[in-house]
Nanobody
Framework: QVQLVESGGGLVQAGDSLRLSCAAS????????MAWFRQAPGKEREFVAL????????YYANSMKGQFTISRDNAKNTVYLQMSSLKPEDTAVYYC?????????????????WGQGTQVTVSS
């Protein structure tokens, strides 16, 4: 089992930056990729970014390239999502997820472990 706890969400203004953290515990040695997803009210959960265990491979949703940066600190079992130039349409609950399946995969169904989510609200 893997437990994930997100933090760092909040209310910010358009143009601001925010860094989300996801602390993992449990059998983190068996996880392959960790990812961030987000879900806005009335919308489906969408992929944001993922990072492989080694941290050498990063993937982003096309619309978020250049705006978001994912990173990880394996010594701290923590994954980060640095968000910049935030826009009101970035408002959503952001979820951290982990999968033990090999290969980068952006499908939510592949991820077995999820955090409780952290709310990010961007005001105009």
């Amino acid at each position: 089992q893997v437990q994930l706890v997100e933090s760092g969400g909040g209310l910010v203004q358009a143009g601001d930056s925010l860094r989300l953290s996801c602390a993992a515990s449990g059998r983190t040695d068996r996880t392959y990729s960790m990812a961030w997803f987000r879900q806005a009210p009335g919308k489906e959960r969408e992929f944001v970014a993922l990072i492989t265990r080694s941290g050498t491979a990063l993937y982003y949703a096309n619309s978020m390239k250049g705006q978001f940066t994912i990173s990880r600190d394996n010594a701290k079992n923590t994954v980060y999502l640095q968000m910049s130039s935030l826009k009101p349409e970035d408002t959503a609950v952001y979820y951290c997820a982990a999968t033990m399946s090999p290969g980068p995969d952006m499908r939510p169904g592949v991820y077995s472990y999820w955090g409780q989510g952290t709310q990010v609200t961007v005001s105009s």
